[in-house]
Nanobody, 117 residues
Framework: QVQLVESGGGLVQAGGSLRLSCAASGRAFSRVGWFRQAPGKEREFVAAINWSGESASYADSVRGRFTISADNAKRIVYLQMNILKLEDTAVYSC????????????WGQGTQVTVSS
C-alpha cells in the first residue's frame, strides 16, 4: 500500500511563492507527479519527476515558474511555486506510479492553494 500526504498549501498574493511537499510511504514506486484541479475544471497535470531526480517534466502553464524536486532519502517530493498567478488557484494533489504504468494509481488527499489579487 502507498500513502501520499501533501502539505504546504495556503493563501498567497499574486506574484508570491509557496512550496508544496508530498511525503510518500509504503511500497516503492518510481515516479511522482503533481496535479491540480480548480473549481469547475478538470484535473490537470502540473509536473512530474522520478525519485532519482531525473526526467522532470512540466505543463506549459507552469514551466519557468514551478520547480519539482525529489529527496529520495526522505521520500519527499517538493513543488516550488514562484510568481503565482490567480489562475494557479486549485487543489494540488500528488500522485505516484511505476515507470511502466501509464496511469497514476496512487493519490494523496490534496492541499488547497489560493492565490489572491
Amino acid at each position: 500500500q502507498v500513502q501520499l500526504v501533501e502539505s504546504g498549501g495556503g493563501l498567497v498574493q499574486a506574484g508570491g511563492s509557496l512550496r508544496l511537499s508530498c511525503a510518500a510511504s509504503g511500497r516503492a514506486f518510481s515516479r511522482v507527479g503533481w496535479f491540480r484541479q480548480a473549481p469547475g475544471k478538470e484535473r490537470e497535470f502540473v509536473a512530474a519527476i522520478n525519485w532519482s531526480g531525473e526526467s522532470a517534466s512540466y505543463a506549459d502553464s507552469v514551466r519557468g515558474r514551478f520547480t519539482i524536486s525529489a529527496d529520495n532519502a526522505k521520500r519527499i517530493v517538493y513543488l516550488q511555486m514562484n510568481i503565482l498567478k490567480l489562475e494557479d488557484t486549485a487543489v494540488y494533489s500528488c500522485a505516484g506510479r511505476l515507470i511502466t504504468q501509464l496511469s497514476w494509481p496512487y493519490w494523496g488527499q490534496g492541499t488547497q492553494v489560493t492565490v489572491s489579487s
